[in-house]
């Protein structure tokens, strides 16, 4: 039976997100993509609703997709950046987060550069937290809409195989990733330099390799990853040109994949790193399609989070 | 009712038909398709969701699913026939009335209803009823449509307490 609501007031990874459940997210945010296309680009499903945004680690695309998609849904939205906060005045984040709950705000979505903020804030919260990128540990929106932008190509997520190339080590946008894609049962290849690659991600079910070239064989979905340098300790490889002759996509390294496959990245890319302008801007990239779908992902899970009341227990 | 709508309606080369979710569609559908017979020219049919702007969507457990409105004509400047299969306490059909209006600027919504049960709670009458069944208000209608439960029947149910 298809669920008809979350199990959870808060979205804090693909990690434990069922089948079902993301199957219902993208379904929803199937049924929100028309509302972008629309003259009025407003419902009232949230109205009265209050959104707080917290993002203590920069965003532009995130930020803006999360706060479009409160807009459009009518919920009312603060936005916070910790520049200017007091958190530089060194309040604790319990505070900053009692503080705000003291407003009442129905959500709170969250970015933060430690992992597991998001969790702490969800369990000293009544506000439904979602989370906006945690660290290198998960950022399940992000996800959501690559799936969703591979299912409307594809039809289907199952049996896929799908590689994820580049710094793996620092990308909460490949766990992400790896959860749900393993989840809905396509097959997952990751690719970066030994310096990049966890040891023991195989444990996650995925396949590993240090060869593109390997990789790409067979590849339906190419999703490139962004050398995360501000999360990078010491120098983990040679150079950028290095790097991007070895792991770099280019259009004769594409060609290896199938040929209907396709192209994504989560963004923001550096061109010549770790992918060609040509190849970023080919009719064989979803790139600019993965951001539009992004939004009616973030409507789908705001509406799905902050209606109804599954999961305060009440029976129907 | 097709019948009733062609005499009663002077626009009638403008007329659209739109079908709320879920058993307005088939009646939206079967209204368009009987009057196109008669006059011999084809109606647009739409399908309108109303979740997003229903008034107790805090309310309601379990959550309704959202489904997609699929409406791929313009709508400014056309009549619109909305069809429901219950007209009831009305809400639904004032969730509808916004939701059309945010897609465009009909000239003209007239409401299509198989059965008018009563009971309105907010001002709003339909122009073109099935049949009007008085309805205690402990009582359940259920419209089935071939196209949906597989027959066409009209059941009158106790609610179960």
């Known amino acids: ?316 | 009712m097709a019948h009733e709508i062609a005499e009663r309606s002077r626009d009638l080369p403008d007329l659209t038909f739109i079908g709320i979710r879920t058993r307005g569609v088939p009646l939206a559908t079967r209204l368009a398709a009987t009057l196109g017979d008669l006059v011999k020219k084809p109606f647009p049919v739409g399908t309108l969701d109303i979740t997003l702007y229903r008034d107790d969507l805090s309310l309601v457990a379990p959550q309704p699913l959202l489904k997609k409105t699929e409406i791929d004509f313009d709508l400014n400047g056309r009549a619109v026939v909305l069809c429901d299969d219950v007209l009831y306490t009305g809400r639904t059909v004032r969730a509808a009335l916004d939701g059309l209006i945010d897609l465009g600027r009909p000239r003209a919504v007239r409401l299509a209803v198989l059965i008018d049960r009563g009971h309105r709670e907010i001002p709003i009458e339909a122009n073109y009823v099935g049949k009007s069944v008085p309805t205690a208000q402990r009582e359940v209608i259920k419209v089935m449509f071939q196209e949906t439960d597989g027959a066409d029947e009209v059941w009158i149910l106790e609610r179960p307490a």
């Open chain 1, 1 to 316: 039976m298809t669920p008809t609501a979350l199990r959870s007031k808060d979205l804090l990874g693909t990690e434990e997100l069922s089948a079902a459940e993301i199957g219902l997210i993208l379904d929803t945010a199937e049924s929100m993509r028309p509302i972008g296309e629309r003259q009025i680009k407003k419902v009232p499903a949230l109205r009265g609703r209050m959104v707080v945004n917290l993002f203590f680690e920069s965003s532009t695309r995130t930020r803006f997709s999360f706060e479009t998609a409160e807009k459009w849904l009518s919920a009312d939205a603060l936005s916070f950046a910790a520049k200017g906060s007091s958190v530089e005045k060194g309040e604790s984040l319990l505070d900053t987060a009692r503080n705000l709950q003291a407003m009442a705000p129905d959500l709170i979505v969250i970015r933060h550069s430690c992992p597991g903020v998001p969790h702490f804030l969800a369990r000293n919260l009544r506000a439904g937290v979602v989370n906006a990128g945690d660290g290198a540990h998960e950022h399940p929106t992000q996800a959501l809409l690559d799936a969703l932008t591979i299912r409307r190509k594809f039809g289907r997520l199952q049996g896929l195989r799908v590689a994820i190339a580049g710094d793996i080590t620092h990308s909460r946008v490949a766990r992400s990733n790896i959860w749900l894609l393993t989840r809905m049962g396509a097959s997952v290849v990751v690719c970066a330099p030994p310096t990049l690659l966890p040891p023991r991600i195989e444990e996650m079910g995925v396949e590993a390799t240090t060869d593109f070239d390997e990789a790409l064989e067979g590849a339906d979905v190419v999703m490139m990853l962004r050398m995360q340098l501000e999360r990078q300790g010491t120098s983990l490889f040679p150079s950028t040109r290095e790097y991007f002759k070895r792991y770099g996509l280019t259009a004769t390294r594409l060609a290896r994949a199938r040929p209907e496959a396709v192209v994504m990245h989560p963004g923001p890319m550096n061109r010549g790193v770790e992918i060609a302008s040509d190849v970023a801007d080919s009719d064989r990239s979803l790139i600019l399609e993965q951001v539009s779908n992004g939004v009616a992902v973030r409507m789908a899970v705001l509406y799905l989070l902050l209606t109804g009341h599954a999961w305060e227990g009440e029976a129907a």
